[in-house]
């Protein structure tokens, strides 16, 4: 008995939480198509001004910088905005 209700609410509670997934979110458009349509309030993407920062992993915070590290803490970055910057391994 036990066996049966298992076999019958696993397959049952698969199917609710697949319903928690978004099915539109393929279909998400772009800040440029929201912009050219007329539905975001901001500048252009082109227009807007871009400050490098590179971002790394440290014991606390992310700690940011204007420049990409060069040293080995260099494989600790977690995101950057501008310019990628060089693998760890052509720093080594």
Same mark, same amino acid.
């Given at each position: 008995m036990r066996r049966l209700v298992l076999i019958l609410i696993l397959p049952l509670a698969a199917g609710l939480l697949a319903a928690c997934?978004?099915?539109? $979110? @393929?279909? @998400?458009?772009?800040? $440029?198509? &929201? %912009? *050219? %349509?007329?539905?975001?309030?901001?500048?252009? &993407?082109?227009? &807007?001004? *871009? *400050?490098?920062?590179?971002?790394?992993?440290?014991?606390? *915070? $992310?700690e940011c910088y204007a420049t990409p590290l060069a040293d080995e803490r260099s494989r600790f970055i977690v995101g950057y905005e501008g310019a990628p910057p060089p693998p760890y391994e052509t720093i080594q």
């Open positions: 997934t978004n099915p539109m $979110a @393929k279909y @998400k458009p772009t800040y $440029a198509e &929201l %912009h *050219t %349509h007329g539905w975001s309030l901001g500048p252009p &993407l082109d227009e &807007l001004p *871009t *400050t490098p920062v590179y971002c790394y992993d440290s014991i606390g *915070t $992310a």
